[in-house]
C-alpha cells in the first residue's frame, strides 16, 4: 500500500512538472509586443530670424538640431540597451517650414535629414543611426550657408507655419506612434503679405499682428480675452500631438512679449486638441538641452557645443527665388528685337556692300542697337575698331543740334556719298 502511494506522489510531482515546463515553452513562444514607436518632426523657420547678432542665431539652430536626433538616440537606447535596434521602428525627419524666399533646391536637399527605422533591414537599423548622424553634421551646416539669402530682413519671407499645420501635418503623422513636432522659431510666424490672408473678427496671420495690436493697453490681457484675439483657426484636430517651441525670441522693446506670444500659441494650439506643448526661450543651447530632455523624458549623454560660424557676405543670386523670379519677369517683358531682312543684291557686289543695307534696316528699326561693324553683322562678333578718333557732335552725330537723345549718343554717324563700285567692286577715285 505504501508503494503505491510513493507511485501516486511522484507522478502528480512528474505531471505538475510537466505543467510548469510546458507553461514556460508557452509562454517562450509568445511574441515579445515592440516598444511604443515614436516619430519626430522637425519643423525650422528659415525667415530673417538667422540673421540674429550677425547671423550667429545660426550655429545654435544646427546645435539644436543635433540635440533632437541625440534625444532621439537616447530614446532608441533606452528601448534597447543593446543598441542594435532589431524590434524598434522609430522615425525621425527635418522639414524647412513653407516660404517664398527659401531656394528651392534646399526643400530636396533637406529630405537627407531624416531616418526610418522601419524601412531598415533589421541588422542595418544600428548601422544606419550612426550614418544618419553622420549626415546631420555634414549636411546642416550646408543648408543654413544656402538659407542665408541676404544680410537685411526685406531679403526674406515669413515662414508660413499656419500653412503647414493646415496642409501638411497630417500626413507626417503615424498613426500607431507618439508624435511629437519640434518647432524651431522666433515665435513670430509673419508673413510678408498678411492681406493674402486677412484678418478676421480679430483673428490674424501673424503673432505680430495682434502685438502690435494690444501692446499699447495697460490691459491687453484683459482685452485678448474679451475680444477673442488669436490666429486664424485651422479646421483640423491633433488631439496626440506633442509639440515644443524652440528658440523663441521676444523683441526687448516690450516686457510683455514673450507672456503675449506664449498666449498666442497656446490658445492656438488649444483650438486645435493640443494639450501637451512647451515653449523653450531661445537660450545658451545646454539650457536648452535641459529643457527638451524634461519634455521628452529622456537623458541625452555630453555637452552641446557649437559650431564656429563666419558671417555670410556674398549671396549666390542663382539660389535666391526673388531674384530669379525678378529674372524671369524682366525676359518675359521685354520686347523681340525686330530684324528686317536682307535685301537682295546683285552677286557682283562685294560682301560688305551687302551687309551695308541690311545695317541701316536694323538701326531704323531698332535706334538703341549697338553700332557693329558691317563684318560683326555677319558673324556675331564685334570688331576691332583700334583707337578713336574724336570728332565733334556737329560733324558726325546725326542729331541736327549735336545734342544726345534722351541722354544717350547714338554714335550713328551720317552717310556720306560713296562713289560708285566698278565692275571689280571696287569704287573709283
Known amino acids: 500500500m505504501r508503494r503505491y502511494g510513493y507511485l501516486l506522489l511522484t507522478g502528480l510531482f512528474f505531471l505538475g512538472g510537466c505543467n510548469e515546463f510546458q507553461q514556460a515553452v508557452k509562454d517562450a513562444k509568445k511574441e515579445i509586443p515592440p516598444p511604443p514607436k515614436d516619430n519626430y518632426i522637425v519643423l525650422v523657420d528659415l525667415s530673417d530670424r538667422i ?23 537616447a530614446r532608441l537606447n533606452s528601448k534597447d540597451p543593446t543598441h542594435l535596434y532589431y524590434s524598434l521602428h522609430d522615425k525621425l525627419k527635418v522639414l524647412i517650414a513653407p516660404q517664398r524666399t527659401t531656394p528651392k533646391s534646399l526643400y530636396d536637399r533637406v529630405g537627407s535629414l531624416r531616418i526610418d527605422l522601419s524601412a531598415e533591414q533589421p541588422d542595418k537599423k544600428s548601422s544606419a543611426v550612426e550614418e544618419t548622424a553622420k549626415t546631420f553634421n555634414k549636411t546642416l551646416p550646408d543648408i543654413y550657408k544656402q538659407a542665408v539669402i541676404g544680410n537685411n ?5 515669413g515662414a508660413d507655419i499656419w500653412k503647414y499645420f493646415n496642409e501638411d501635418l497630417t500626413d507626417d503623422l503615424e498613426k500607431d506612434a507618439q508624435n511629437t513636432l519640434f518647432i524651431i522659431t522666433d515665435g513670430y510666424m509673419d508673413l510678408e503679405k498678411a492681406d493674402e490672408r486677412p484678418a478676421q473678427n480679430n483673428r490674424y ?19 485678448f480675452t474679451a475680444g477673442d484675439y488669436g490666429l486664424l483657426s485651422v479646421p483640423k484636430k491633433f488631439p496626440s500631438l506633442k509639440v515644443l517651441v524652440l528658440q523663441v525670441n521676444p523683441k526687448e522693446d516690450w516686457n510683455g512679449e514673450y507672456t503675449l506670444i506664449t498666449k498666442i500659441w497656446g490658445k492656438w494650439f488649444a483650438e486645435m486638441g493640443i494639450s501637451n506643448y512647451r515653449f523653450v526661450k531661445d537660450d545658451n543651447v545646454n539650457e536648452v538641452k535641459e529643457s527638451m530632455e524634461k ?30 523670379e525678378e529674372k524671369q519677369r524682366n525676359i518675359a517683358a521685354a520686347p523681340p528685337t525686330l530684324v528686317a531682312p536682307l535685301e537682295k543684291t546683285p552677286a557682283a557686289v562685294t560682301s560688305n556692300a551687302i551687309a551695308q543695307p541690311a545695317v541701316k534696316q536694323v538701326r531704323s528699326i531698332n535706334s538703341d542697337a549697338p553700332d557693329e561693324s558691317d563684318a560683326g553683322i555677319l558673324t556675331g562678333k564685334k570688331k576691332d575698331r583700334g583707337p ?35 565692275a571689280a567692286g571696287r569704287s573709283k577715285q
Open 205 to 223: 496671420a501673424s503673432c505680430s499682428q495682434i502685438i502690435n495690436t494690444l501692446k499699447k493697453f495697460p490691459d491687453w490681457e484683459a482685452k
Open 153 to 157: 530682413s526685406t531679403a526674406y519671407s
Open 295 to 324: 519634455f521628452m523624458d529622456v537623458k541625452a549623454a555630453g555637452k552641446i557645443a557649437l559650431l564656429p560660424w563666419t558671417k555670410i557676405d556674398s549671396v549666390d543670386s542663382s539660389l535666391v527665388p526673388a531674384i530669379i
Open 388 to 422: 578713336l578718333k574724336k570728332t565733334s557732335a556737329k560733324e558726325d552725330d546725326i542729331l541736327a543740334d549735336g545734342n544726345p537723345a534722351d541722354g544717350f549718343n547714338t554714335g550713328i554717324k551720317k552717310e556720306s556719298k560713296k562713289n560708285p563700285l566698278t
Open 51 to 73: 540673421l540674429f547678432n550677425n547671423q550667429q542665431q545660426v550655429p545654435k539652430d544646427i546645435a539644436v538640431i543635433n540635440a533632437v536626433y541625440d534625444i532621439f538616440t
